[in-house]
Structures are given as C-alpha cells and as structure tokens.
C-alpha cells in the first residue's frame, strides 16, 4: 500500500519512544519495554504504543490544490512533565500533539450516574467520596495546536529551537520562526523569493537550530551551499552570518552536477561543534570554524556516478536521502539503494555497507556486510552494481540518542537493530 510508506522517523529525547510517519498522515509511536527482571541490563523491544491519524488530505480551493496527507517530520518536544509531546507537518500544516496515558479512572461520583448523565437530584440523599480505580492502561493522542497558514511552498523540515519555546519550519523558499503556544501568526526568519521568480537561482532544502545556542540555525540549499544564520544580528536572517560551500573541481564537471551537489538534510552534531550534510552521492562533515570545505567527506555510494543518466531518466536522482549522527558523533550513518545503510567511523575511517531484509532483522541476526562491485573481479557475496534495485530506498534513518540502536525505515518496512548492530565498526 502506498499510504504505509513511511516518510519520516524520529527518536524522542531519551530514546524510550520512537515516532515514524507515512504517506497516508498516519503516525505510529513505538514504546521501548522496560528492562526484564529475568534479565537484567536487557532492554526490551520496541512496540507499538499509540497510533493515530494526524494529517488528512486536504483541497486548498484557492489555488485547485491538493494537499497530502503525507507526513514530513516529527520532531519531539523535550518531556515536561508526565505527557510527550511531538510537532508533525505535511506539506502546510503543522501540528502539535500530546500524547497521555490513563491507568484509574474515578468512580463514586455525587451528581452522575456510570455513564456520566446527570442523576437527578431528588434522588441523591447521602454524599460519598469519588474514588479512583484502577483500569487498564489506555495511551491517549489529543491536537493541543494546528499551525496553518504559514507556508506558500511545500514544508520540508521542522526544527524546536533549545529555548524549548519555539520552533522553526522551512518551506523551499521561506523559514518561519514559531512560538509553541501562538498558533495564529509566525515570525519569518528566512526569505529568498526574489521579486521575479524567473530569477529563482535555489530553493531551500532542510534546516535545523543549533542543538545548545538558541539563536543560531542553519539551511541548506539547492545549490550545496550551507548558511549559518544568528538571530541576534538582526530579525530577518536573509544575510546569513557564514556561508559553508565547497568549490567545485572544474574537471568532475557534468550535466548532474548541479543536481547531485544539492544538500538533501543537514544536522548539527550532538556536541554543536560539527555539521553533517548529505548530497546525492557523499556525506560532509563540517567544522562550525572553518566555511572553505568539509573536514570529511565520505563517498556513500560512488559505483552510481556511471549510472546518472539512468537515474535521471527515472527520477532517482531526485532521491532526498537523509543522515544520523550517532549519540557520541563519532559515527555517521545514511541510506542508499538496495535496502542498503551505510556507515563511517569517523576515528578508524573505517566504513561499512548493511543491508535492511527480512532475513537481517531475525532476532540475534548478526549483520552482514554486503559490497558492490563495479565490473571485474567478483567475491562470491558481492552485488554487482547492475543489479541493484533502486525501488528498494533507504531514505529515513534514526540513530538513538545514547544507544547503539537505529531506526530504518525501507519503504514500508521499519527495522530496528541494536547493540551489535555495527560490531564492524566498534
């Protein structure tokens, strides 16, 4: 079915829920078991806690749209107080939902009946004390906010700012700056529609806040370049604070190097100091100090440079891939074709191909590590790069705040793996 795509996964804070979205506005949030008793140390699984209907599709009649259900971020609010709460948007319209749990209910009331009607009073001649009973646990999901209005253009990230009071959300042109508790009107941060869209030279493509400096985000463009913005310069960010690009080598030159040098999603490392972005064909990691180039950069699945003409006529090159840091940035992770994930040790420099099946994700299953070869000599596991399926994408990867576990999502299939998950790297 494509309604159960899923087209965005999100780890909360501490790890214990992990939230993921789909095609058809549907959220599904897993709950980590609590440790065993038979087993102490072991974590449990992940299953499934809540799941409701956040987006429905919508006509925008003004302009004979359709607008989709399609979920395309969550992003979890860091926990308050006993209830969870996370933002999820589809193209326009972005939401704020909390989720609570109910284990007692109260009984004995003076004035209603079982049903909750009201008695009538003639009948009531003694009071007595509402107690509360135990019952099983129910999770409930109620929209505290609806955030409409506030994007022209398609809505492709979300982003809660470290002050936990606002949050941003980027469309391809503008980026609006939110207060978690004003629905009706947003600040804009961002804005890069020039006066004649003829002149439109790059849309913006993802942007997140600085994980520990309120007033610093960044966006990445079309155009593989990075912008650092600083609020307390000035309101309207339009003149960014450092510009992040690398020049191009005049000699690697081709029809696709625009398309294929565009930033699909850019996360800031968890310690702040660093950047990750991922193009189509290779993950960067960026020193916050130095704006010239990468200090890193990783070649995700380099084998498809001989193909991008094929994977223009399909519409693959399209494909927005996303990226994880690990909860100690010392490792990255991405998705490529095949159900294939990659990962690269950032201390060893070593690097790693795994794929995401259904023979891989047996309980105990120890992952193996598959490789692509290019014509020549082959190893008896190898796939040849011929015979990749490009259907089977791996665009949606989670990585566990502290934990060695990651989230996949393979078109419709999520995949959880933990602990020896990448025993090749560590």
């Known amino acids: 079915m494509a309604a159960d795509i899923i087209s965005t996964v999100e780890f909360n804070h501490t790890g214990e829920l992990l939230a993921t979205g789909d095609k058809g506005g549907r959220v599904v949030i897993f709950q980590r078991e609590p440790e065993s008793k038979n087993e102490?140390?072991?974590?449990?699984?992940?299953?499934?806690?809540?799941?409701?209907?956040?987006?429905?599709?919508?006509?925008?009649?003004?302009?004979?749209?359709?607008?989709?259900?399609?979920?395309?971020?969550i992003k979890w609010l860091p926990q308050q107080n006993a209830a969870h709460s996370l933002l999820s948007t589809n193209d326009k319209t972005i939401k704020l939902w909390k989720i609570t749990e109910r284990d007692k209910r109260p009984e004995g009331y003076n004035l209603k009946d079982e049903e909750g009607k009201l008695?009538?009073?003639?009948?009531?001649?003694?009071?007595?004390?509402p107690v509360l009973k135990p019952?099983?646990?129910?999770?409930?999901?109620?929209?505290?906010?609806?955030?409409?209005?506030?994007?022209?253009?398609?809505?492709?990230?979300?982003?809660?700012?470290?002050?936990?009071?606002?949050?941003?959300?980027?469309?391809?042109?503008?980026?609006?700056?939110?207060?978690?508790?004003?629905?009706?009107?947003?600040?804009?941060?961002?804005?890069?529609?020039?006066?004649?869209?003829?002149?439109?030279?790059?849309?913006?493509?993802?942007?997140?806040?600085?994980?520990?400096?309120?007033?610093?985000?960044?966006?990445?463009?079309?155009?593989?370049?990075?912008?650092?913005?600083?609020?307390?310069?000035s309101a309207l960010c339009d003149k960014h604070s450092k510009l992040y690009e690398e020049p191009e080598d005049p000699s690697n030159r081709s029809f696709f190097s625009e398309i294929i040098s565009s930033v699909s999603d850019v996360k800031f490392s968890h310690s702040g100091r660093y950047m990750l972005t991922r193009d189509y064909l290779t993950v960067k990691v960026w020193d916050l100090n130095m704006e010239t180039k990468p200090v890193e950069t990783y070649q995700v699945h380099d084998y498809l440079r001989s193909k991008l003409c094929s994977l223009y006529e399909n519409d693959c090159i399209f494909d927005k891939f996303e990226c994880a840091w690990n909860g100690s940035d010392s490792v990255i992770m991405t998705g490529a074709y095949n159900n294939?994930?990659?990962?690269?040790?950032?201390?060893?420099?070593r690097d790693v191909t795994l794929e995401a099946s259904r023979e891989s994700s047996k309980p105990r299953a120890i992952l193996k590590p598959r490789r692509v070869c290019v014509?020549?000599?082959?190893?008896?596991?190898?796939?040849s790069v011929d015979s990749l399926d490009f259907t089977k994408?791996?665009?949606?990867?989670?990585?566990h705040p502290t934990e060695n576990i990651i989230a996949i999502a393979a078109t419709n299939n999520l995949y959880i793996f933990q602990d020896k998950v990448n025993s090749e790297m560590h």
Request: proline share 3%; glycine share 2%; charged share 25%.
């Open 393 to 399: 994408k791996i665009l949606h990867t989670a990585w």
């Open 40 to 73: 102490p140390y072991s974590q449990g699984e992940y299953n499934v806690y809540s799941t409701f209907q956040s987006h429905e599709p919508e006509f925008d009649y003004l302009k004979s749209l359709e607008i989709e259900e399609k979920i395309n971020k």
């Open 375 to 383: 014509g020549g000599k082959r190893r008896k596991d190898d796939i």
């Open 119 to 129: 008695k009538d009073l003639s009948t009531v001649t003694s009071l007595q004390v």
């Open 135 to 233: 019952m099983d646990l129910m999770v409930e999901v109620t929209p505290r906010r609806i955030f409409a209005n506030g994007h022209t253009y398609h809505v492709n990230s979300i982003s809660v700012n470290s002050d936990c009071e606002t949050y941003m959300s980027a469309d391809d042109l503008r980026i609006n700056l939110w207060h978690l508790a004003i629905t009706d009107r947003s600040f804009n941060i961002v804005d890069i529609k020039p006066a004649n869209m003829e002149d439109l030279t790059e849309v913006i493509t993802a942007s997140e806040f600085h994980p520990h400096h309120c007033n610093l985000f960044v966006y990445s463009s079309s155009k593989g370049s990075l912008r650092l913005c600083d609020m307390r310069a």
């Open 340 to 349: 294939f994930f990659r990962m690269f040790d950032r201390n060893t420099k």
